[in-house]
C-alpha cells in the first residue's frame, strides 16, 4: 500500500481538502458518532437485517460516542496515515486534473477512506463484533450473524476481505454518499476502470449514475477558493440523490452483466426464489451461468440476447 506522500502534492492536497471536508460536516460526525456505539439510530437502522426492535425508537447517538466522534473527524493528520489503494491512486495521479476521470478516481480514493476509517474506528471501540442473529430459519443462507451496522448486499461479513469492518465501513458510505459507491468497470475486470460512477442506495432503491456535475461538486471542496463575504457557501453535495434524468439500474443487472461495483468481492446478488448468494471470488461468467441455471429452474428467467 502507499500513502499520500507518494502522490504529487497538488493532488495530495485536493484530496485531504475533500476529505476532511466530508469528515468535518456535522451529520457525518453523527455517522462515526453511531460507528463508536457500535448501533444506529432509528433513520439508519434496516430493520430487515437484524432483529432489534429497541433500535427504532433510538434517535440520537450518546453524548460520548459525539464528543468522541467530533474529536476523531477533527484530528490533525488523519488524512496522513491513510493506506491508499496503489492502482487506484495511480489512476487518480495519472489523470487530468480536474477531468471526468480525475473526479471519479477521486471519489473512489474519498469513499475507500471513508470505509476504512469507519471499520478501523468501529475495531477499535468493538473488536468483537458485536453480532446479533437473526431470527431462527430452516434455510441455512438465513442463519446467519448480522452486525447491526449493516446495509442490504453488503451484510456477510464472511465474503469481504476485512470481515465485519467492511461491513461496517459499506454502512457508513450509504450514510454519508447515499449508497455504496460503485463504479462502471467496463470489460476489463480487474483494471478498476472507471466509464461511470454510481450509488447503490439502501434497499429496495435502484442504483444512480452520478452525473458530472455531481462528481465536480465533490472535487470542488478540494478547491482552495476565496470567501465571498456575504454570500451563501455551496450547498453540500453529499449525501448524493439521483438526479430525474439519471441512469438507474437494479443490482443484480448492475453486478452481474453490466459490472457495476467496486470490489468483485462485495456482491451480494439474491436470484428471486432462493437465498443463495454468490460465491467469493467468482469470475462474471460463473456468476452469470449460476444465476441463469438458478432462476431458470424457478421458471422466473429468460436469458437477454447478447449482442454481437
Same mark, same amino acid.
Given at each position: ?154 451484510? $456477510? ?26 463504479? $462502471? ?77 467496486? $470490489? ?45
Amino acid at each position: 500500500m502507499i500513502t499520500l506522500s507518494d502522490i504529487d502534492q497538488e493532488r495530495a492536497e485536493i484530496f485531504k481538502r475533500v476529505l476532511t471536508s466530508i469528515l468535518q460536516h456535522d451529520p457525518v460526525k453523527t455517522v462515526f458518532a453511531q460507528v463508536i456505539d457500535g448501533i444506529p439510530i432509528a433513520s439508519a437502522y434496516e430493520s430487515t437485517l437484524t432483529a432489534r426492535t429497541e433500535l427504532t425508537s433510538r434517535t440520537d447517538p450518546s453524548e460520548r460516542s459525539v464528543s468522541l466522534s467530533g474529536q476523531f473527524c477533527e484530528s490533525e493528520g488523519i488524512c496522513d496515515t491513510l493506506e491508499l489503494n496503489p492502482t487506484v491512486a495511480q489512476l487518480y495521479q495519472d489523470s487530468p486534473l480536474m477531468s471526468s476521470s480525475f473526479n471519479m478516481h477521486l471519489l473512489e480514493l474519498v469513499a475507500i477512506a471513508v470505509h476504512d476509517l469507519a471499520g478501523n474506528l468501529y475495531l477499535k471501540f468493538h473488536p468483537g463484533g458485536a453480532t446479533q442473529v437473526l431470527e431462527p430459519n430452516d434455510d441455512p443462507y438465513f442463519k446467519r450473524e448480522y452486525i447491526s451496522l449493516s446495509t442490504m448486499f453488503y451484510c $456477510d461479513a464472511s465474503r469481504f476481505p476485512q470481515a465485519f469492518l467492511d461491513v461496517v465501513g459499506y454502512w457508513a458510505e450509504v450514510q454519508i454518499f447515499g449508497g455504496v459507491v460503485v463504479f $462502471d468497470r467496463g470489460p476489463a475486470e480487474g483494471e478498476r476502470r472507471c466509464h461511470g460512477a454510481y450509488i447503490h442506495p439502501r434497499f429496495p432503491e435502484l442504483l444512480f449514475e452520478l452525473s458530472e456535475s455531481q462528481l465536480a461538486s465533490l472535487s470542488n471542496l478540494g478547491q482552495l477558493t476565496l470567501h465571498v463575504e456575504d454570500s451563501p457557501p455551496p450547498p453540500f453535495p453529499l449525501p448524493f440523490t439521483c438526479e430525474p434524468h439519471a441512469r438507474t439500474v437494479d443490482h443484480a443487472s448492475a453486478f452481474l452483466q453490466l459490472n457495476i461495483y467496486r $470490489d468483485r468481492d462485495e456482491r451480494f446478488v439474491r436470484p428471486p426464489g432462493s437465498w443463495v448468494p454468490c460465491s467469493y471470488g467468482r469470475t462474471r461468467e460463473q456468476d452469470v451461468k449460476e444465476m441463469e441455471a438458478l432462476w431458470a429452474a424457478v421458471g422466473k428467467y429468460e436469458p437477454e440476447e447478447q449482442n454481437g
